[in-house]
């Protein structure tokens, strides 16, 4: 990903929540969401990082149509050899394509490259698709959940786990 493609990112992440998070939030919060906005926070933190987040994005000939993120394991209380999955948007127009299948792949792959023994993720406990999504690549749920609240809806994630060294 280069800086030159946080605006597309940001349209695809924000189009992305709307589409995907439709009924699992408030509407509300999700008609409010600036792509604008986000981009300028990807620009702060593409910028202004540390070097350890990857941030991989998928192009057609028309340009950018995905974006995934990983990273360290993000955990206050216990420091991890883990990795995490941070995010994976793909545009709407173009679900069911494989784009999103590729790039969970290559960040798995440069995961485990990396010597990660394992890769976890965080997902909405009622976004089934996404849910079945990961299953499907090897992740399962661990038992693990956290609390998560949009404008005072509950709206609970679920950890998920997948062993990087088989």
């Known amino acids: 990903m280069a800086l030159e493609d946080c605006d597309?990112?940001?349209?695809?992440?924000?189009?992305?929540?709307q589409s995907a998070y439709r009924g699992l939030m408030p509407q509300a919060?999700?008609?409010?969401m600036s792509v604008a906005e986000d981009?300028?926070?990807?620009?702060?933190?593409?910028t202004g990082g540390d070097g350890s987040v990857t941030n991989l994005v998928a192009q057609d000939e028309g340009g950018v149509v995905g974006w995934a993120c990983h990273g360290p394991y993000r955990d206050d209380e216990r420091r991890t050899e883990d990795a995490e999955l941070y995010a994976?948007?793909?545009?709407?127009?173009h679900y069911g394509t494989g784009?999103?299948?590729?790039l969970?792949?290559?960040?798995?792959?440069?995961?485990?490259?990396a010597g990660h023994a394992r890769m976890f993720l965080w997902v909405l406990k009622d976004n089934a698709r996404a849910r079945r999504f990961y299953e499907r690549a090897g992740f399962t749920a661990d038992g693990a959940e956290e609390p998560f609240e949009v404008q005072g809806?509950?709206?609970?994630?679920?950890?998920?786990?997948?062993?990087?060294?088989?």
Do not use: K, M, N, Q
Not at 8 to 17: C, F, L, P, S, T
Not at 39 to 46: G, K, L, P
Not at 104 to 113: H, I, N, Q, T
């Open 8 to 17: 597309r990112v940001a349209e695809i992440r924000v189009r992305g929540w």
């Open 29 to 32: 919060y999700l008609d409010a």
């Open 39 to 46: 981009a300028e926070r990807h620009r702060a933190r593409f």
């Open 88 to 93: 994976i948007y793909v545009d709407p127009a």
């Open 99 to 102: 784009i999103g299948r590729l």
């Open 104 to 113: 969970l792949a290559e960040s798995v792959r440069r995961c485990a490259g």
């Open 153 to 166: 809806v509950p709206v609970p994630e679920v950890r998920y786990v997948r062993d990087l060294t088989a």
